[in-house]
């Protein structure tokens, strides 16, 4: 193995200790495509930040502390005659979530009686008590184990750290802002108005609750003062715009955040909706927002029968296992891809036939171009690390010309990535590198040509480059189709 040396391509990082805030979905309720947006979007950006060494916290800010809670609760302790009893309901209770969630939804919103024990259920689980906070870790564990498969199938890493880990900051930092005569009184609710906003940032709610607001400026003071981050970015939906704008201007009018060169830098990184094929946000043939799981089901389903048939049709034999592994990375990377090719603040269309083409800009090519460079190197004799070590590149034809050039832009690719924080730069730079490499392949011969040697090495950069440009992209490139 040639000693990859990649790293020294990369641009010096911009902040040392950077917290991306990703994914972030909600206890209880399913991980939609909206989060599939969210956490590989985060994670790209995550992955590439790292690369430019800086110290990257990965951080899941995990909807733990929601009111759903109080209708989840009550709908548990009333489905059973035994009620909740010490470990706060049983498995069943908590095996089908989306079931637990739905059934107790329908009732909230159609038998009053029913909402307002619900409500009643929140405060005896804020204040508290054993039952009712055994019932909510149950539920939060198991839905954090659904979470966690997803993660484990897009190679995502992430620390939870949910917003009922700032519940005991609440209190007490609503009380500092008080103090401080930040907080107006808005309808019984207390309130910081930001410049420019006419909603206010509500930091307590009237009867005392807190919500949203209050959890995120509690986790950016937290982020601040004992993460010690010195830049913070929130990837979620446009949606969530107006609330990061009075976050981060609030922030400033407390103190919290000032400008400035040295002062630390705050961004929320938006995205679009993922559309279906009619054009209207993404949803079931019932309706129903599509489960993230059963997306990568059938992307990976579709890729395996898809290597399947190559391996057949070229008489050669696969493996269950291998088969199983190239399913994986090929349908995972296709809809990775298919994603993050598109600048994230577009919407886009959600198409299983064009994520997967072997033609144009989708995964599926790219890998297939990369295994076929890689099939270059595997069928040669010479030992590509002698080669290196005793002969030099020479760029005479006009594709390899190109072809350098191409290599050459790397580190541009992903200073522009980090500076714009798009990851479609990237995803633009790897498939017009695939594209320059087919030219060079139609008019360069490699192997048994005069110049093999240092054909060969050019090879080599580009399997090198690419190989970083899939890393960066959360995608598992295979060697071999
Ligand atoms: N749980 C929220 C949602 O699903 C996203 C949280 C984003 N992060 C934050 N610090 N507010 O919409």
């Known amino acids: 193995m040639i000693s990859e040396g990649i790293g020294s391509w990369a641009p010096p990082p911009l902040k040392s200790r950077i917290l991306v805030d990703f994914s972030s979905p909600n206890v209880a309720k399913e991980m939609h495509v909206g989060h599939l947006r969210s956490t590989i979007l985060g994670d790209i950006i995550a992955r590439t930040l790292e690369f430019t060494g800086a110290e990257v916290l990965r951080i899941n800010h995990i909807g733990d502390w929601g009111t759903q809670f109080g209708m989840l609760i009550q709908h548990m302790s009333e489905s059973r005659p035994e009620g909740l009893g010490e470990e706060g309901g049983s498995e069943e209770d908590v095996a089908d979530l989306q079931n637990l969630y739905r059934a107790a939804r329908v009732r909230f919103d159609s038998e009053e009686d029913f909402k307002m024990r619900s409500q009643q259920a929140v405060r005896t689980l804020q204040s508290g008590d054993a039952q009712y906070i055994a019932a909510w870790k149950r539920i939060c564990a198991a839905s954090r184990k659904q979470f966690r498969d997803i993660y484990r199938r897009l190679n995502v890493e992430l620390v939870d750290r949910g917003e009922s880990f700032y519940n005991p900051f609440l209190a007490p930092l609503v009380g500092e802002l008080k103090e401080g005569g930040y907080i107006e ?35 950016l003071k937290y982020r601040l003062t004992e993460d010690k981050a010195d830049w913070i970015l929130y990837v979620t939906d446009v949606g969530q715009s107006q609330h990061f704008q ?18 630390v830098k705050v961004d929320h990184i938006t995205f679009g909706l993922v559309l279906g094929e009619d054009g209207k946000r993404l949803k079931t043939r019932s309706g129903t927002a599509v489960r993230l799981a059963d997306l990568l089901d059938e992307a990976k389903a579709r890729c395996r029968a898809a290597i399947k048939e190559r391996w057949d049709e070229r008489g050669e034999y696969i493996s269950e296992e ?81 072809l350098a050039l191409q290599i050459a832009r790397f580190p541009e690719a992903v200073e522009r990535t980090i500076r714009e924080l798009l990851p479609n730069r990237l995803c633009e730079y790897l498939c017009e590198l695939s594209n320059v490499v087919n030219g060079f392949h139609c008019e360069c011969q490699v192997i048994g040509s005069e110049r093999e040697a240092s054909r060969l090495l050019l090879c080599q950069a580009t399997v090198m480059v690419k190989r970083a440009c899939f890393k960066l992209l959360g995608i598992s490139p295979l060697n071999r189709i």
């Open 322 to 402: 291998d088969l199983e592994d190239a399913a994986s990375a090929m349908g995972y990377g296709a809809v990775k891809y298919a994603d993050l090719k598109n600048n994230r603040m577009s919407n886009y269309r959600f198409s299983y036939d064009e994520m997967l083409h072997t033609k144009g800009n989708t995964a599926v090519y790219l890998m297939y171009a990369y295994a076929r460079l890689c099939g270059i190197l595997r069928n040669t004799e010479r030992d590509v690390v002698e080669l290196a070590a005793n002969e030099k590149i020479v760029l005479e034809h006009e594709k390899e010309v190109a």
């Open 185 to 219: 009184e808005w309808q019984g609710a207390q309130c910081i108005f930001v410049d420019n906003i006419k909603v206010p940032f509500m930091v307590q709610k009237s009867d005392g609750g807190f919500g949203y607001a209050a959890t995120d400026l509690a986790a």
């Open 246 to 263: 009075q976050l981060f201007g609030a922030a400033r009018k407390i103190g919290l955040l000032t400008d400035g060169e040295c002062g």
